[in-house]
């Protein structure tokens, strides 16, 4: 089935310190979003990757897609106590009106 | 501007009591609406998606069921709640263009 694998689970970080989360699918990906949730909170969108080996940044935040479609990373440069949160990547499979989500990275930066 | 309500926001029922969430969006029309269930501490499970009334897609068999009586209106049931519906429940909408998922506040649902 279509699934999309997000590594690691968790992370721990000192503020600071970079922080970076992968996806991977064993299928090409039409597109692939990322989100990120608060704790409590519900997810809100950050981006969207179409194109094979496509580089967005959003300040300190970076996204890349991979050049087959089939992995994505997020990295944040010296993170900020604002980062804590879940980042969840969400791939669009050829054909089909639904996202399917990776398991999401908890995130959590210690002062 | 597009928004999208969901309620209620918390509820905790019984094993074996009816549930109803509800979901409207306003702003937009002719919507893809989603249901998602979170787990404490997990990721986003599709249950449901609808791309117009009375058109219910269902991702995983479950003791849940949706229903779409109107463009702008989702709504999720159970007959009977298990334990294992406990979760933290989103509706959200998708964005034509952008394929952005708009969601809802969420409805945490404890079964006990």
């Known amino acids: 089935g279509q699934q999309v694998m997000q590594i690691p689970q968790y992370q721990h970080v000192q503020e600071g310190e970079d922080f970076t989360t992968y996806c991977n699918s064993s299928?090409?990906?039409?597109?692939i979003q990322w989100y990120k949730q608060r704790p409590g909170g519900h997810p809100v969108f950050l981006i969207q990757?179409?194109?094979?080996?496509e580089v967005k940044k959003q300040k300190r935040l970076t996204f890349q897609f991979g050049e087959a479609k089939k992995n994505s990373s997020l990295h944040i440069t010296a993170t900020q106590t604002t980062d804590v949160g879940t980042y969840f990547c969400?791939?669009?499979?050829?054909?089909?009106?639904?996202?399917?989500f990776g398991t999401g990275t908890r995130l959590t930066v210690i002062p | 501007s597009q928004t999208i309500h969901q309620w209620p926001a918390t509820l905790v029922q019984p094993v074996g009591s009816p549930l109803s969430l509800e979901c409207t969006v306003e702003?937009?029309?002719?919507?893809?609406l989603y249901w998602y269930r979170q787990a404490a501490g997990r990721g986003l499970q599709l249950l449901f998606y609808?791309?117009?009334?009375?058109?219910i897609s269902s991702e995983v068999p479950q003791n849940l069921s949706a229903s779409r009586p109107q463009d702008r209106q989702f709504i999720l049931s159970s007959k009977k709640l298990l334990l294992s519906d406990s979760g933290f429940y989103l509706c959200?909408?998708?964005?034509?263009?952008?394929?952005?998922?708009?969601f809802g506040e969420g409805s945490r649902l404890t079964v006990l």
């Open positions: 959200a909408w998708r964005e034509y263009y952008t394929g952005e998922l708009f």
């Open positions: 299928t090409t990906l039409s597109n």
């Open positions: 990757l179409v194109k094979s080996g």
């Open positions: 969400a791939g669009l499979f050829g054909g089909a009106n639904n996202l399917f």
């Open positions: 702003g937009t029309s002719n919507p893809n």
């Open positions: 609808s791309v117009g009334i009375g058109q």
